[in-house]
């Protein structure tokens, strides 16, 4: 089995973790399909924002500590009135936003960037 110590050497940058801080809040930019109308929102940690029938809370924003401008991901939960449980929970990466996306009838959301103050 000498292949064995080669993969285990592979695997291990994959293995570390990038150094990442959190933000005060995040923008988010939600897509109403029937109008066509876009809305960027501002949005604190643990603060819960009204757009059209969404209800939507932001978990947590991070950020690669080393460079700030770089790619952001956050925590959302987002619930619509005329839906019963949540329509989504989980993290968006905001260079990546179909990795993770939302799935619903009339509205898109997806992460812009962490607000660093």
């Known amino acids: 089995m000498r292949w064995l110590p080669i993969l285990i050497l592979a695997a291990t940058p994959a293995l570390a973790q ?58 959302l939960e987002i619930r619509d009135d005329s839906m019963e449980g949540a329509a989504f929970s989980g993290w968006m990466v905001a260079s990546s936003p179909a990795l993770n996306a939302m799935d619903h009838p009339r509205y898109d959301v997806w992460l812009l960037r962490c607000n660093i103050s």
């Open 18 to 75: 990038q150094q990442v801080s959190s933000a005060s809040g995040a923008t988010i930019r939600v897509l109403d399909k029937i109008s066509g109308e876009t809305t960027d929102i501002g949005i604190g940690r643990s603060e819960r924002k009204l757009v059209g029938r969404l209800s939507i809370v932001l978990g947590d924003c991070r950020y690669p500590s080393n460079n700030p401008n770089s790619d952001a991901f956050g925590w």
